[in-house]
Protein backbone atom coordinates (compact mmCIF):
# COMPACT_ATOMS: atom_id res chain seq x y z
CA UNK A 1 0.00 0.00 0.00
CA UNK A 2 1.51 3.26 -1.09
CA UNK A 3 -0.21 6.18 0.10
CA UNK A 4 0.70 10.13 -1.08
CA UNK A 5 -0.61 12.81 0.75
CA UNK A 6 -0.39 16.81 -0.85
CA UNK A 7 -1.97 19.41 -0.86
CA UNK A 8 -0.92 21.51 2.12
CA UNK A 9 0.08 24.94 1.97
CA UNK A 10 -0.13 28.54 3.54
CA UNK A 11 -3.66 29.78 4.24
CA UNK A 12 -5.12 32.82 6.10
CA UNK A 13 -7.44 32.51 9.42
CA UNK A 14 -10.86 31.77 7.96
CA UNK A 15 -9.86 30.39 4.84
CA UNK A 16 -10.18 26.88 2.92
CA UNK A 17 -7.59 24.04 1.53
CA UNK A 18 -8.40 20.60 0.21
CA UNK A 19 -6.16 17.77 1.40
CA UNK A 20 -5.75 14.87 -1.23
CA UNK A 21 -4.33 11.35 -0.68
CA UNK A 22 -3.66 9.60 -3.86
CA UNK A 23 -4.15 5.56 -2.36
CA UNK A 24 -2.27 2.74 -4.91
CA UNK A 25 -1.28 -0.67 -4.22
CA UNK A 26 -4.41 -2.40 -3.74
CA UNK A 27 -7.92 -2.44 -3.99
CA UNK A 28 -9.29 -0.16 -0.87
CA UNK A 29 -13.12 -1.47 -1.26
CA UNK A 30 -12.71 -2.90 2.69
CA UNK A 31 -10.23 -0.35 3.95
CA UNK A 32 -11.14 3.09 6.50
CA UNK A 33 -9.25 5.56 5.36
CA UNK A 34 -7.83 8.10 7.71
CA UNK A 35 -6.27 11.77 8.25
CA UNK A 36 -4.21 12.91 11.41
CA UNK A 37 -2.46 15.76 12.08
CA UNK A 38 1.07 16.34 14.11
CA UNK A 39 1.70 19.97 15.48
CA UNK A 40 4.73 20.85 16.83
CA UNK A 41 5.69 19.65 20.06
CA UNK A 42 2.58 17.18 20.44
CA UNK A 43 1.08 13.75 19.79
CA UNK A 44 -0.45 12.91 16.45
CA UNK A 45 -4.13 13.21 16.54
CA UNK A 46 -7.28 11.99 14.97
CA UNK A 47 -9.16 14.38 12.21
CA UNK A 48 -11.29 12.33 9.96
CA UNK A 49 -12.04 8.37 8.44
CA UNK A 50 -13.82 7.18 6.47
CA UNK A 51 -14.83 3.87 5.67
CA UNK A 52 -14.08 3.05 1.58
CA UNK A 53 -16.96 0.72 1.33
CA UNK A 54 -20.02 2.89 1.89
CA UNK A 55 -18.77 6.05 2.39
CA UNK A 56 -19.39 6.49 6.28
CA UNK A 57 -17.43 9.34 8.00
CA UNK A 58 -16.43 10.06 11.27
CA UNK A 59 -14.94 13.32 12.50
CA UNK A 60 -12.83 14.74 15.70
CA UNK A 61 -14.94 16.97 17.80
CA UNK A 62 -12.59 20.12 17.16
CA UNK A 63 -13.42 19.55 13.25
CA UNK A 64 -16.52 18.68 12.97
CA UNK A 65 -18.79 21.40 10.89
CA UNK A 66 -15.56 22.39 9.36
CA UNK A 67 -13.56 19.85 7.53
CA UNK A 68 -15.29 17.42 5.52
CA UNK A 69 -13.16 13.85 4.29
CA UNK A 70 -14.90 11.86 0.95
CA UNK A 71 -13.32 9.76 -1.67
CA UNK A 72 -13.27 9.46 -4.99
CA UNK A 73 -13.35 5.92 -6.13
CA UNK A 74 -12.14 6.19 -9.68
CA UNK A 75 -9.14 7.95 -8.67
CA UNK A 76 -8.53 5.68 -5.62
CA UNK A 77 -8.24 9.09 -3.66
CA UNK A 78 -9.50 10.70 -0.56
CA UNK A 79 -10.00 13.70 0.27
CA UNK A 80 -10.35 16.57 3.05
CA UNK A 81 -11.57 19.73 2.70
CA UNK A 82 -10.67 22.32 5.20
CA UNK A 83 -12.77 25.60 5.58
CA UNK A 84 -13.14 27.96 8.33
CA UNK A 85 -9.50 27.37 9.32
CA UNK A 86 -7.99 28.64 12.27
CA UNK A 87 -4.42 29.16 13.61
CA UNK A 88 -4.74 25.91 15.88
CA UNK A 89 -5.46 23.71 12.82
CA UNK A 90 -1.68 24.16 12.01
CA UNK A 91 -0.20 20.91 11.79
CA UNK A 92 1.71 18.11 9.54
CA UNK A 93 -1.10 16.33 7.97
CA UNK A 94 -0.90 12.47 7.71
CA UNK A 95 -3.07 10.56 5.28
CA UNK A 96 -3.23 6.40 6.60
CA UNK A 97 -5.40 3.12 6.01
CA UNK A 98 -5.78 0.05 7.06
CA UNK A 99 -8.43 -2.76 7.29
CA UNK A 100 -10.71 -4.07 8.24
CA UNK A 101 -13.06 -1.37 8.95
CA UNK A 102 -14.91 -2.60 12.22
CA UNK A 103 -11.56 -3.21 13.85
CA UNK A 104 -10.32 -0.03 12.66
CA UNK A 105 -13.03 2.37 13.11
CA UNK A 106 -13.52 1.21 16.91
CA UNK A 107 -10.18 2.38 17.38
CA UNK A 108 -10.19 5.31 14.89
CA UNK A 109 -8.60 7.95 17.46
CA UNK A 110 -5.25 6.12 17.77
CA UNK A 111 -2.97 6.59 15.48
CA UNK A 112 -1.26 2.71 15.85
CA UNK A 113 -4.54 1.29 14.81
CA UNK A 114 -3.29 2.06 11.07
CA UNK A 115 -0.67 0.23 9.64
CA UNK A 116 0.20 2.60 6.03
CA UNK A 117 0.97 5.85 6.64
CA UNK A 118 1.93 8.26 4.06
CA UNK A 119 4.19 11.74 3.86
CA UNK A 120 2.64 14.54 5.80
CA UNK A 121 2.00 17.29 3.92
CA UNK A 122 2.09 20.97 6.25
CA UNK A 123 -0.60 23.28 6.62
CA UNK A 124 0.48 26.55 8.03
CA UNK A 125 -2.67 29.00 9.20
CA UNK A 126 -1.43 32.50 9.57
CA UNK A 127 -3.31 35.23 11.67
Known amino acids: VQLQAYGGGLVQAGGSLRLSCAAS????????MGWFRQAPGKEREFVAAIRWSGGSTYYADSVKGRFTISRDNAKNTVYLQMNSLKRQDTAIYYC?????????????????????WGQGTLVTVSS
Open 96 to 116: AADSPPTAILSNRHNPASFGY
Open 25 to 32: GRTFSSYV
